[in-house]
């Protein structure tokens, strides 16, 4: 962003002057002064445009070249006649300011209603122009936009106002992004102008600039506006370290040799041999970046100082010149970046790379085409009037949901849904402290969701299912099962598993996990409204108890139903261990006969005494195998055993064992599920419904969300087996179900 319209004599910081290659071409700077004097010799005749908005004008029409400039020249002459008179504490007419602001919109490539609204943005506040005037001359849009700035300007940054009135601004302006990219303009201008000020009043309004503003600037994408800014607070807050980097960047424009041009003119040459049109550039880091750069890597080198900007015409060729660099020159593929099939959360979009020279010298590379670049340089302000109705939307006048950027959107959200103020205030600030952000997939092809950093299962199942996300049971993350506490990685595939109970609710665990405004404010304002909920759906009490909830069991008998609701269907009581060998009246409950296995060794008795393992619990038709233990009795397990190939491994001897006729048999399944009320009764249910009998049923306590449920179960015929099985899997909440293994044999 250049400092045109800076004025020389004023004293205290300005724009740090641009390192040794300029970004682009500019004009010469322009005189506040000069604009001034001819603001007060009154507005020119009627028809023409006046002298001082010129350098506005063509501005404008580099990045707009058929506007409309009338409103623009009846905005100005409204806005001098009404701030006649008016100075600003530098001397300045007070004309020069909404001039300024205009200027920087302006060669931002702003629309013309933006421009118009902000020529006129003070006079609303500072002057006798009403609102009903704005309407009457310029339209109700920009009435909207000119009253959204001078709510901003009420707005006390106070320490003790700040949640609230900074609430009140969202409010005032989230509806419309032009009206905080004026705003942003406004406080770029105060800030190049902050010297005649005093000391104090200077730091702290560069310490709301840079905790509120600047993060806004990132989220708006007004990269342009938020690097200045930066700067202008680094110069004011901390001048040791700034005159430090501005002498790092003053000897590295000395010396003799430039690395980067170097590296420039091989790039040039590279895209030259390969047909590639493009425009390479160097881009001068500033300063903050620059102080960032050298503290991560110490002393810094040429090539520090500055990135290639590599300009194409076609999303295509980004990555054409992507691959001539990576084949032609030394890639470091480590910082290889892809934001434009995944473009950031405000509107980025850029291939990034690094290449290497023999020397050691690196020299970050970015790809991006001419648009791309606009959007990444001026953000939304670069989008124009993203709310103008188009071919498909309604003509009648309603405003579009403010959709670009989503990030805006959502925060609107946050704001109507948060509790109280200051809930809204503490999860903004830790929104706005997040600098980067993370992409996931859905499996079924469906929107990507952006995420911060950090940012958690929960944190995907509530920007995915809003305030429905409290019905959410687990997930599964690449393919596998994952507790919500599981913290998401750029790229990951996530898909969420909805429970069905309308009575599910989320858990104050929850909240240690949620890293997102619309997570957390979601649960704390469910917890506000149901304080005698949040169940902790899988963790333990204040009291080291297990919660209920977690396991569905709640004092009662869990249901069986049905004629097989024998010894054992209610095995299921309030404590999270039940015997494994008592029914529910604490008698031994009486063990069936199960299928039977005839020996085939020579000399035995072919009903001799036999044990199914409890180890890998054995059911027709199950290939199986043998072996006598003491007392003349003989262990038969599944052939896959685990413990057979053991015992193989010390010399015991098999022993040929196959089915007999009788196809009842005892069977021990371990079903893993999350935790939710009614789990438990639902799951007895199922089994009864299979016509099952529950000889034995272990609730383990919940460990993360997961709750482990083991049962001893008797099938009148073995061949029911899979469709026991799947019956349990289609519980919900239930996410698998398998044979047991390494468990002590049943009596």
Known sequence: MSAEATNPATPGPVAPPAPAVARRKSRARIDLRRLGRAALLGPAARGRLPDAISHVVEAHRAHHPDADLEPLRRAYVLAESSHRGQMRKSGEPYITHPLAVTLILAELGAETTTLTASLLHDTVEDTD??????????????????????????????????????????????????????????????????????PEKQARIAKVTRDVLIPLAERLGVQALKTELEDLVFAILHPEEYEHTRELIAGNAARPDDPLAEIADEVRGVLREADIPAEVLIRPRHFVSVHRVSRKRGELRGADFGRLLVLVNEDADCYGVLGELHTCMTPVVSEFKDFIAVPKFNLYQSLHTAVARADGQVAEVLIRTHQMHKVAEAGVVALGNPYAPGAEDPADGERADPTRPGWLSRLLD?????????????????????????????????????????????????????????????????????????????????QLLMGQDPASEPSREWLEHAHTPAARIAIQRWLATHPAGGGESGTEGADGTTADAASGVEGQTARAGGSTAGTGSGAATRSTRTAGTHGTDGAPAVRPRGADVLVDRPGAVPRAAVRLAGCCTPVPPDEITGFAVRGGVVTVHRVGCAAVAHMKSRGREEIGVRWGDTTACRVTLVAESFGRPHLLADLTEAIALQGAEIVSATVEPPSQQRVRHTYTLELPDAAHLPALMRAMRDVPGVYDVSRAQHQAPAP
């Open 414 to 494: 946050w704001q109507r849904a948060a509790p109280d103020p200051d809930t809204f205030w503490s999860t903004l600030r830790e929104d706005l402290a997040q600098d980067r952000e993370i992409t996931v997939f859905r499996p079924d092809g469906g929107t990507t969701l952006g995420l911060p950093e950090g940012a958690t299962c929960v944190d995907a199942a509530y920007a995915q299912y809003g305030e429905d996300a409290h019905a959410c049971i687990g997930a599964r993350v690449n393919g596998r099962l994952a507790t919500l506490s599981t913290v998401l990685r750029d790229g990951d595939t996530v």
């Open 129 to 198: 122009v009403t609102l009903d005037q704005v309407r009457e001359q310029f339209g109700e849009e920009v009435r909207y936009l000119v009253d959204g700035v001078t709510k901003l300007e009420k707005v006390d940054y106070g320490a003790a106002a700040e949640p609230e009135t900074f609430r009140k601004m969202l409010v005032a302006t989230g509806s419309d992004v032009r009206v905080m990219s004026i705003k942003l303009a406004d406080r770029l201008h105060n800030m190049r102008t902050l010297g005649v000020m005093r």
